[in-house]
């Protein structure tokens, strides 16, 4: 089992910054490709970034590209993502999540509990 646990959500303005972490535990957490998705009530849960295990290879939706960076620090245990010129669409409920295989998973494995983000216009 993979505990992976988000923080660094909050309200903030159009145009702002936020940079979220995700502390994992339980396992060796340089074996596990790690990502980001959101979800928005009604709405599907959606992919946003993802980062390999040796942090070679990283994913975005192009909704995020340029604006939003994942990273990862493995002496940490912990997975980043660095928001940028936030907008209020942005605004969802952020999760973490682990995969065994790839960064490029249709079906992870682990999912934290996710941390609220809300840009105000």
């Known amino acids: 089992q993979v505990q992976l646990v988000e923080s660094g959500g909050g309200l903030v303005q159009a145009g702002g910054s936020l940079r979220l972490s995700c502390a994992a535990s339980g396992r060796t957490f340089s074996n596990y490709a790690m990502g980001w998705f959101r979800q928005v009530p009604g709405k599907e849960r959606e992919f946003v970034a993802s980062?390999?295990?040796?942090?070679?290879?990283?994913g975005y939706a192009d909704s995020v590209k340029g604006r939003f960076t994942i990273s990862r620090d493995n002496a940490k245990n912990t997975v980043y993502l660095q928001m940028n010129s936030l907008q209020p669409e942005d605004t969802a409920v952020y999760y973490c999540?682990?995969?065994?295989?790839?960064?490029?998973?249709?079906?992870?494995?682990?999912w934290g509990q996710g941390t609220q983000v809300t840009v105000s216009s």
């Open positions: 980062i390999s295990r040796g942090s070679t290879n990283t």
């Open positions: 999540t682990a995969d065994r295989i790839s960064y490029q998973s249709r079906s992870w494995d682990y």
